[in-house]
């Protein structure tokens, strides 16, 4: 087998054989029943193959199709004449017609189906510029979003184009995100969107899986950028270098995102004045499975600049620590502190209490609540108590337990993070029960890949100045 697939990769300009003392970010890998596939530095990308000839085939072909992805994502400007122009490329989700923009880079994205993005194109200047849209997928298959325009949509002065607008019904609805058939669902993995922006028609089509066969006739014809979009196409050689100085200028706005393959998690409809939490794209994708820290958290100051916003001069501040645990099993824990007669500008006596003495797995979490205190009303933790046998905190809890069991970790990060959000939800809910109005002071997530946020940290937010601190402990 090992001599018939190095023949076949020898066939292809674009594939050549790893030094042996090469890191190769594709392998062919062989599994336990002999069948062959392919995977990447996240994980398989296909279900592997018989190992026949077909089996073979189909593995230098993904191979290919890896290799012309690499190629495309490299692709920049043109390299003597680079497009000087004033399109804005803008992109994010589509939710009940509304936008929900993300940035160029970093985004994550949820391949269910309430899951719908749309991707503006539109010119400032004053020239008119062709833009094409193509998808580098999650499994490396290229595809053109313009296709209705293979030379490029464009685009006059002042005029823009939303991919994703529904022209027959007049409005937003934007184009759902889909997982591709055989990619393992193990993992979140990256997908990139190319705009190209020419100031001339530049066909593209070329690219797209099904023009791939018939295009060998055009490799001396067209602009240097067409040529250059040809030869990856139909991987003509082995490197792929730069277009030569053409008439047609271009440039290339990559989109970069990741998604996963899971639904997102359940959200916090709680609020806080300030909310330091990473965005969700770094807590989902970070590194799992870390060695455990026992930490200790503590409130080391907190002064109530105007109590105006309480009403009462009887204030309770409530703090829930949450975190991973030893099995994945979410391990949180609720502390009450009592404050009479607070007048503006007092510093409140906590004297360091400490909130939180325990283990720490894969995060830490932290919400923070000021409230009225009413005369006999329970402390957060017996509240929760009470609470946990509701069906909504029951069902959160026995989904993390049972994916840490069977699920990927994309699946169980996402499990915890919802179950995080019940949480939340919940102590939130309670306080404003028994408490009234409650102020959302502050929120955070502190990572294991940032030692938990081990130090002293000082943050204001509005009419109040908060310290904590979290201490690594023996």
């Not at 592997?48 to 012309?68: D, E, F, M």
């Amino acid at each position: 087998m090992s001599a018939e697939l190095a023949h076949a990769i020898a066939l292809r300009p674009m594939l050549r054989p790893a030094a042996p003392d090469t890191h190769a970010a594709v392998t062919v890998t062989v599994d336990e029943q002999g069948r062959v596939g392919v995977r990447d530095e996240v994980g398989p990308l296909h279900a592997p193959y018989p190992a026949t000839s077909a089996g073979i085939s189909s593995v230098v072909a993904n191979l290919q199709r890896i290799a012309q992805a690499t190629a495309l994502r490299r692709l920049a400007g043109g390299p003597d004449r680079s497009l000087l122009h004033a399109a804005k490329i803008e992109w994010g989700r589509v939710r009940d017609g509304r936008e929900e923009p993300l940035p160029l880079s970093g985004g994550l994205l949820f391949a269910y189906p309430d899951e719908r993005i749309y991707i503006r194109m539109s010119n400032g200047g004053d020239r008119p510029v062709f833009v094409s849209l193509i998808d580098i997928g999650i499994s490396s298959r290229v595809a053109l979003l313009t296709h209705s325009d293979p030379g490029g949509i464009r685009l006059a002065p002042g005029e823009h184009h939303t991919y994703g607008w529904n022209e027959d019904r007049q409005r937003l609805t934007g184009v759902e995100v889909a997982w591709p058939d055989g990619v393992d669902t193990g993992v979140p993995r990256p997908e990139t969107v190319l705009a190209l922006v020419s100031d001339g028609p530049v066909d593209v089509s070329v690219l797209h899986q099904q023009g791939v066969r018939d295009v060998g006739h055009r490799l001396g014809t067209g602009s240097g950028l067409a040529r250059l979009l040809a030869q990856i196409a139909t991987g003509a050689s082995r490197d792929v270098g730069d277009a030569p100085t053409t008439r047609v200028r271009y440039a290339v706005r990559p989109i970069d995102f990741t998604v996963s393959p899971t639904p997102p998690p359940a959200g916090e409809r709680a609020t806080f004045l300030l909310d330091d939490r990473p965005a969700q794209s770094v807590r989902l994708l970070s590194p799992g499975g870390a060695t455990p820290a026992t930490v200790a958290v503590r409130i080391a100051d907190l002064v109530v600049h105007r109590n105006r916003a309480l009403g009462s001069a009887d204030i309770r501040v409530d703090a829930v620590v949450l975190t991973g645990g030893s099995d994945h099993q979410p391990v949180y824990r609720a502390e009450t502190m009592r404050f009479s007669r607070v007048h503006d500008g007092e510093r409140l006596p906590l004297d360091n209490v400490l909130i939180y003495h325990g283990p720490a797995v894969d995060f830490l979490d932290l919400a923070v609540w000021v409230s009225r205190d009413a005369t006999g009303s329970l402390a957060l933790s017996a509240l929760l108590e009470e609470k946990l046998t509701s069906p909504a905190v029951q069902a959160a809890g026995a989904q993390v337990a049972g994916l840490a069991l069977t699920a990927p970790h994309a699946a169980v990060a996402v499990a915890l993070v919802g179950a995080g959000a019940v949480l939340v939800n919940t102590a939130y809910e309670l306080l404003t029960g028994v408490a009234g109005p409650s102020i959302g002071l502050y929120r955070t997530s502190l990572l294991a890949q940032e030692q938990f946020g081990v130090g002293r940290h000082e943050r204001h937010p509005q009419d109040f100045s908060f310290t904590f601190s979290v201490d690594e402990v023996a």
